[in-house]
């Protein structure tokens, strides 16, 4: 089992940054990737980024790439998302997304409003 908590979000102001965390606990040794999600309400879950953390290879939708960055502290057993330049369309839910290959853990979540 792993356990997921994001932190982070928050209300800021288009083209400001903030940085999200997500910290995994449990059976961290079985997780192969992680990722950031967003949803909106009346949304489907939206794929925003992910890492690979054995070798850090990292993907991003386009609609984020230039702008959010993915990273990871293998010592901290946490990962982070650098979102940059925010657009008030960033305004999402983001969760945490651990992947072991043949299974996945969800965190709950953390809310980001950008303001225009």
């Known amino acids: 089992q792993v356990q997921l908590v994001e932190s982070g979000g928050g209300l800021v102001q288009a083209g400001g940054s903030l940085r999200l965390s997500c910290a995994a606990s449990?059976?961290?040794?079985?997780?192969?990737?992680m990722a950031w999600y967003r949803q909106v309400p009346g949304k489907e879950r939206e794929l925003v980024a992910t890492?690979?953390?054995?070798?850090?290879?990292?993907n991003y939708a386009d609609s984020v790439k230039g702008r959010f960055t993915i990273s990871r502290d293998n010592a901290k057993n946490t990962v982070y998302l650098q979102i940059n330049s925010l657009k008030p369309e960033d305004t999402a839910v983001y969760y945490c997304?651990?992947?072991?290959?043949?299974?996945?853990?969800w965190g709950e979540g953390t809310l980001v409003t950008v303001s225009s």
């Open positions: 890492i690979t953390l054995s070798s850090g290879r990292t």
């Open positions: 997304n651990a992947d072991s290959g043949s299974w996945y853990w």
């Open positions: 449990g059976s961290i040794f079985s997780i192969n990737a």
